[in-house]
């Protein structure tokens, strides 16, 4: 090749990694730039009205069912800046107190972190013998 041609084809190459920038940087980290989450953490938290938590609670987020666990609590990935529903489950020996007939609407932002909290009291008589 003659020297004429090698700097054709280095001048082309630089032109075509201008225009995609991304191909100058596969394999490297990129800094500098600002991505958008695209999605958004929730945690739901079960509790008793003492504060004490109630683990491996259902629950339900936009119909999709889960559970807590061991420690009362689940985080779950969502879509960003639209409504959620989070639907509390009955738990046998408990009644809910909060949310309001079990049922939580939240938006959260992208990248945006939120907790949901149920609340439940004890049901039952104590046996005096």
Do not use: C
């Amino acid at each position: 090749m003659n020297m004429k041609r090698l700097i054709t084809i280095f001048f082309a190459l630089i032109t075509v990694f201008s225009f995609f920038p991304g191909l100058s940087q596969a394999g490297h980290k990129i800094t500098g730039r600002v991505y958008k989450a695209k999605t958004a953490t929730l945690t739901v938290a079960t509790q008793d009205h003492k504060g004490k938590m109630i683990p491996n609670v259902p629950f339900s987020v936009d119909g999709e069912k889960k559970q807590t666990g061991k420690d009362g609590q689940a985080s779950v990935e969502v879509a960003p800046d639209k409504k959620i529903t989070v639907r509390f489950d009955a738990v046998k020996g408990y009644r809910i107190q909060k949310p309001k007939n079990g049922i939580s609407l939240i938006k959260i932002k992208a990248g945006e972190k939120k907790t949901v909290q149920a609340v439940y009291k004890k049901t039952g008589k104590m046996l005096v013998s």
